[in-house]
DNA sequence: CTATTCACATACGTTGCGTATGCCAATTGA
DNA sequence: TCAATTGGCATACGCAACGTATGTGAATAG
């Protein structure tokens, strides 16, 4: 008995989803051929039918893992940082930060919530979330936040003004001056989360 | 002459793409077949590949008439409003309340991003961006919003946040509850925006 | 040592897109 | 008025990709 039954299991399903999320990644989930990117790994489509059903069960497994590193990389972030509203600052960047790479902008905001829906309910895939949603509501409790918002909610929205961010400096042809504006304006907007002696519009 | 030609065409050129609006906005991009949308508006794919090229092609004319639409119904409410900061905080709340209906959203959030990329790259679709872009400037220049952000990465930002607040809305189980919250989230997040005798978070 | 399971491959049918081609009505010009 | 031509749209074909049904061989169980 060379390698255990399970071992080679578990390879070949790691093969399968890091060759989906490259060809996702690079040539888009649409336009990645079934027949060539598991032929890339070395099988067929018969493989993957077995475990993941169809090319939308594999999607997810790849969201999945790519959510689950994406968590990973925030929680880094997380631990330094002096106070805890720059901490929370600093997560929404990072957030962008990561957004900015090809493979993570294309797999999960862009074909992602096309195939699978609102990302809010994918199953496995709201670390990141749930993470600045728990910052959002201990900044509430201490009063650095508005208490009269929901953090979920709020987590939700700062996240889709992150996506655009990250979008917009992706696209730009001058990453760094955008990079600039970009960040400048999301803390803007952030800033309108603070608890502060109220001014009026007008 | 019973009809002109000129008519004629440009009748099957609507015919088309409302067929294909409305399979699209409900069978989704991926899934709607040319020969069916294409059938139940009485013609073929000859005439769609002949009037626009290919499903993208069709995708695009939809999207553009999509857009001048939606501008339209922004710039209506925006007539009212006592004051410019209102107005700018209605537009985006009307434009909240349209990404609320299932053709808006699948169409120019989801299917249409994956499809066409970057909606901010489109040429013929931004219509309601260039209007929150114009009223925000003009908003700087009175004052009320600080100066030191660029309006269209604003508005862009601002852009993302109301289509999640819009998916939040649309797929939550109470959405007469989850609309309250939501809208109220996203006020704060504008009051970032304006300029004001400035607390210092902690 | 036999039987059974199961991971994965092979083979097939179906669907849907894009292109090449053909046809017919409407315009153009004399 | 009548050819000639344009072009709007349909028909026909080939190809690629997905999903399913079936087959096979190796590992485990009894």
Redesign the interface.
Known sequence: MHKPRKEMIAETRAKLIAAARHAFGTTGY?EASMDDFTASAGLTRGALYHHFGDKKGLLQAVIAEIDGEMAARVNEVAARAP?R??HFVDECTTYIEMALEPEIQRIMF??G???L??P??WPNANACIASMTSHLTTLQEEG?V?S???PE??S??????????A??I??SNDPEA?SK??V???K??????????G?Q??
């Open positions: 649409a106070t509203w720059l862009r074909d919530p096309a195939v829906g609102d809010a309910q650095v508005v009269s918002l929901d909610t709020a939700r929205l700062i996240n889709g003004a992150s996506s655009q961010a979008q917009r992706a696209n955008t504006k970009v400048t304006a999301f803007q907007l952030l800033e309108g989360l603070l608890r502060r002696p001014p519009p007008n």
